[in-house]
């Protein structure tokens, strides 16, 4: 069995690393004023940033590992794992990180918007590298926000005070994430020749036949991205969406099946799908006409 930290509050974790707590519902850890600790493992119940100027080189997330580049931010949510499992070795890191539970945003504005930011999402498998001044703006704002835990005591004002905080740091960090999917973007071309490469090489060697139609999930896979993080790059490239790019190449072959003159049933069959009225839904929606009307055009 792996030994797992359960980080169920902010104070969860700062206890283990031997770090000043300041308040029950967030936790600021300033990394380099403390002792070694050791490795954890940590099960989430709140949301964290991770903000350092080096980490472990392979650390856990989920049942994957994940690099991680130098300057840089691990987002987790609740319900997610990561970190790395204690053996028994002593650390020292540079940086912070910013623990906080779902209820300091519960009824306020931010506690809808936190959806928004899917670099929180473990289907973004990277760090976010922070360029070197928006690494001293975020450091201010940690500085500013620790004063605040420091000076005064909590009241629904602090509160409303460190949420204002949080969002800028959390638009920092989007920022930062739009960045790196727009350098992504700039090989779209290359990417979604590789998809529609993918595409025709799925269908010439029959595997609908055994194993439906492509996924976006097996398409991201194949092409070595995180399904989420690959929507996104096909929408920026393409606005729309990748099962739409899939379901138009199977309509496209769609098309060529039927004026070849299979039936419904056949074309159906050929493109993988077990159902012929959920070919002709599928047809009808991304055309306009059914499979019937096509043909009679």
């Not at 945003?105 to 918007?113: A, V, Y």
């Not at 060697?205 to 929507?231: I, K, M």
Request: hydrophobic share 35%; net charge negative.
């Amino acid at each position: 069995m792996k030994k797992i930290l359960k980080v169920d509050s902010p104070n969860d974790y700062a206890r283990f690393v031997d770090a000043p707590e300041q308040h029950p519902l967030i936790s600021i850890i300033h990394y380099d004023e403390l002792a070694p600790f050791r490795h954890s493992l940590n099960n989430y119940g709140v949301y964290g940033l991770f903000i350092q100027r080096q980490f472990p080189k392979v650390l856990s997330y989920g049942m994957k590992t994940m690099q991680v580049s130098d300057a840089s931010i691990i987002a987790v949510a609740p319900g997610q794992i990561g970190g790395l499992e204690d053996n028994g070795e002593r650390i020292s890191l540079s940086g912070w990180a910013l623990l906080w539970s779902p209820e300091l945003l519960h009824g306020s504005e931010m506690e809808h918007h936190m959806e928004r930011y899917q670099y929180f999402s473990y289907f973004f498998s990277d760090s976010l590298k922070m360029e070197p001044d928006e690494w001293i703006c975020i450091t201010q704002l940690l500085i500013q926000m620790r004063n605040e835990l420091t000076a005064h005591d909590d009241s629904p004002s602090l509160r409303s005070i460190l949420q204002s905080y949080l969002r800028l740091i959390l638009e920092y960090c989007n920022r930062i994430y739009l960045r790196q999917l727009s350098e992504e973007s700039k090989g779209s071309s290359d990417l979604l020749k590789h998809f529609h490469d993918l595409l025709q090489q799925y269908f010439r060697e029959n595997r609908q036949l055994s194993q439906g139609l492509p996924t976006v999930a097996y398409c991201a896979s194949e092409l070595a991205y995180s399904p989420r993080y690959f929507g996104d790059i096909v929408h920026k490239a393409t606005g729309g969406t990748a099962i739409g790019y899939i379901h138009n190449y199977v309509i496209n072959q769609a098309k060529n099946l039927l004026m070849q003159g299979h039936n419904i049933s056949e074309t159906s069959r050929l493109l993988g799908m077990d159902f012929p009225h959920h070919f002709t839904r599928l047809f009808k929606r991304m055309t306009g006409l059914t499979p019937s009307e096509f043909l009679g055009k």
